[in-house]
């Protein structure tokens, strides 16, 4: 079968999420300044620079099928974290049907196509950069889970293909339904529960999927996963209420807050949200722009709130290593002689009998 040639020579395709909405209106990014497989980057500014041209005829395709158009671009903005757009689809059957699979959560993607030529670049450490496009169409577009099968796409339509490999401005976790854990299971998430995770050999695949973000260019580290809401339970990694509550709390500000791009909070945010849903749980308003007194923010379970909780966790985890840094050095003392003095073991009762303070508000209770 011969396909057409479309209009444009190149096409980059982005596996990020997009926001359905209503009346067949959805939002997501078209393209970020990510480097991609092909080592290239198109530049925000060339985005913002072609923006007008294309929204004179802001034609919107399902697959690059541009003789057949699904809808059309209302609304873009052209920003330093990319191009975001809101995108109408029309009444035919077929934007019926991309509808459909918006809706069912099948098509999640976007991509852009566009020409550009030699000089419209220039290389940098390897790294090709766009700084001029012209931006032609914006698609809705399925990422097959084999890329190679994009590329046949690609091929028969004659272009150019790009797909993303480090995507630090899309690092959120993608959504694979984790089974559940009972609700009441408790939740810790220190140095043993992440070696339960990552297992021997390490499962490094299973380390990411327990945490709502991480850092793909350091996928063989630790510290490159953060936000973690999942653990082993009876030998699986189950989604646990209580770690799906704490991190939507992090992401929010609870224990200072979580160190990660700001493009990448929505996605984090929706990624928690399926799991309150699938625990039957109210989210809590998303914010784009946060509050600086964070503290005024409550989430709650029930009677119980999680990010006050949060805090008390943090504080007690940050005196559980103090407490064992000073015993340590006590014992250390105690082989050469010395004791502690009054100076000393006066503060530490006094902070003893705060903790028991603590302790004696009720244990176990949640209301």
Excluded: C
């Excluded at 918006?102 to 550009?116: H, K, Q």
């Excluded at 784009?288 to 949060?310: Q, S």
């Excluded at 006590?330 to 009998?353: F, I, S, Y």
């Amino acid at each position: 079968m011969s396909v057409p040639q479309p209009p444009f020579g190149r096409i980059r395709v982005l596996p990020l999420h997009i926001k359905a909405s209503a009346d067949q209106a959805f939002e997501g990014w078209a393209s970020t300044p990510a480097i991609d497989r092909e080592g290239e980057v198109v530049e925000p500014e060339a985005l913002a620079a072609s923006l007008e041209a294309y929204m004179r005829n802001p034609i919107v395709t399902y697959a690059h099928d541009w003789l057949n158009p699904v809808g059309r671009t209302i609304e873009a903005r052209a920003t330093d974290a990319g191009l975001w757009v809101r995108i109408q689809l029309g009444r035919t059957a077929r934007a019926r049907e991309v509808w459909q699979l918006i809706e069912d959560r099948i098509l999640r993607s976007l991509s852009i196509g566009f020409n550009a030529g030699p000089e419209d670049g220039f290389d940098k450490n390897g790294v090709w950069y766009w700084k001029r496009i012209e931006l032609l169409e914006i698609a809705v577009v399925p990422i097959p889970a084999n890329p190679t099968a994009t590329f046949t796409v690609a091929r028969q339509l004659g272009l150019d293909m790009t797909l993303p490999s480090k995507m630090r401005v899309k690092a959120a976790t993608p959504f694979v339904d984790l089974p559940l854990a009972a609700e009441e299971t408790p939740w810790r998430w220190d140095v043993r529960a992440a070696a339960e995770v990552l297992g021997e050999p390490a499962d490094w695949d299973r380390m990411r999927r327990a945490h709502a973000w991480w850092d793909p260019e350091r996928p063989h580290s630790r510290e490159a996963y953060k936000l973690p809401f999942a653990r082993m339970v009876d030998g699986e990694l189950k989604a646990v209420w209580r770690g799906v509550a704490a991190a939507m709390a992090s992401l929010m500000g609870a224990r200072g807050g979580v160190d990660i791009p700001e493009a990448d909070r929505v996605a984090v945010y929706e990624h928690l949200g399926r799991y309150y849903e699938k625990f039957g749980k109210p989210s809590p308003e998303y914010r784009g722009a946060w509050p600086e007194n964070l503290r005024a923010m409550r989430f709650r379970n029930d009677a119980l709130d999680i990010y006050a909780e949060e805090q008390v966790l943090w504080a007690a985890g940050e005196i559980e290593r103090l407490a064992t840094d000073a015993t340590n050095m006590a014992k250390h003392w105690a082989k050469d002689g010395r004791v502690l003095t009054p100076w000393v073991t006066e503060p530490v009762t006094g902070a003893a009998a705060s903790l028991l303070g603590l302790l004696s508000l009720g244990v176990g209770q949640t209301g």
